[in-house]
């Protein structure tokens, strides 16, 4: 077998693929899951079912498959437990990600891993590009590095797709406690001097799989920046989902979010980048168009989802 060739894609047309969702319990792995599971012939797996932190259990359950793609939508995501739990961090977002580009490897599949915007510094004040010097500053954002680059030394053929600030329906997010909070205080307030760019879950997923079907064969390969359009501090972010919410009829007692400051967040351990928005200038040119602004897909979240949940 000829390796970087991905025979496996070649095989199957895109409406016939057989994918693996690792992390399909989680907020993105389930949309994944969700969006995909009309579309492809689909195995889910969440935490329960394969542990990533145990390598022999993954390498006998996945190489079970015959499959043409694997997501691994799975990681170590508590940014300051990381901190505490250093080992185990490096040991699911670094070294597990390279035991499923081997996996991948040898049955002639294609990997696409998600990686994070917390793999930089913060120190840049316009949007990074996939060509930047990532320097993280905690243990999360290194394990995450660690795990981009463990995938693609590995095969450079396989995809890396950073994402920041996922918001869906399946996990609560940032988002869903701001919104919740909103519900019983009149006073909340957000972070405004962090500075990022909110994703759908369910964008990922539709510009994802224009990604692997629409440049080429076996598709774009290494690095990717995917995120809604724009960018906005946390209190931005909970004032657009509060309007929208008012707009829909939701009932919540605050209008307003109020300002804090990243040193008032004393109960954080590690240290987050100030400003980590992700470039989708490269993403616009592979898909052929911008990816729609994040205040569009926010208020589209909280009519469809949102609004649903909470009955007036």
């Known amino acids: 077998m000829e390796k970087g060739r991905f025979p496996g894609v070649h095989r199957a047309p895109l409406q016939k693929m057989k994918i693996v969702i690792t992390g399909s319990g989680g907020r993105l792995g389930a949309a994944l899951l969700r969006e995909y599971g009309h579309k492809f012939e689909i195995t889910g797996f969440n935490h329960a079912q394969l542990d990533l932190g145990d390598f022999e259990q993954a390498r006998a ?42 996996i991948c490897d040898a049955k002639g599949a294609r990997l696409i891993h998600f990686s994070t915007d917390y793999v930089f510094d913060g120190s840049k004040t316009e949007p990074y590009v996939e060509e930047d010097e990532p320097r ?25 797709v950073r994402v920041s600030w996922v918001f869906g329906p399946d996990r609560p997010s940032f988002i869903d406690q701001m919104i919740e909070r909103a519900r019983g205080n009149e006073s909340i307030a957000a ?13 990922i997923a539709n510009v994802l799989i224009q990604v692997v079907a629409g440049v080429g064969a076996p598709g774009y390969k290494g690095l990717l920046h995917i ?16 309007d929208c919410c008012h707009k829909a009829g939701v009932p ?14 004393k109960s954080w351990v ?20 911008p990816p729609r602004d994040w205040h569009e897909a926010l208020a589209e979240y909280v009519d469809q989802f949102v609004r649903h949940r909470i009955s007036p």
């Open 252 to 265: 919540l007692k605050a209008k307003h979010v109020g300002a804090l400051k990243m040193s008032d967040m």
């Open 61 to 102: 359950t996945l190489e079970r498959f015959d499959f043409d793609l694997l997501i691994n939508a799975a990681a170590f995501t508590n940014v300051d437990l990381a901190e505490k739990e250093r080992d185990q961090a490096f040991r699911i977002n670094g070294d597990a990600p390279r035991l499923l580009a081997e």
């Open 191 to 203: 972070v405004a001097d962090k500075i990022s760019t909110p994703t759908y879950t369910k964008d």
């Open 136 to 160: 993280p500053i905690s243990v999360y954002g290194e394990s995450k590095l660690a795990g981009e680059q463990a995938v693609l030394s590995v095969n450079r053929n396989h995809l890396v």
């Open 270 to 289: 590690a240290r987050r980048p100030v400003h980590s928005v992700l470039s989708v200038e490269k993403l616009s040119s592979v898909i052929g168009t």
């Open 227 to 242: 995120a809604n359009s724009g960018q906005c501090t946390w209190q931005d972010y909970a004032q657009h989902a509060i």
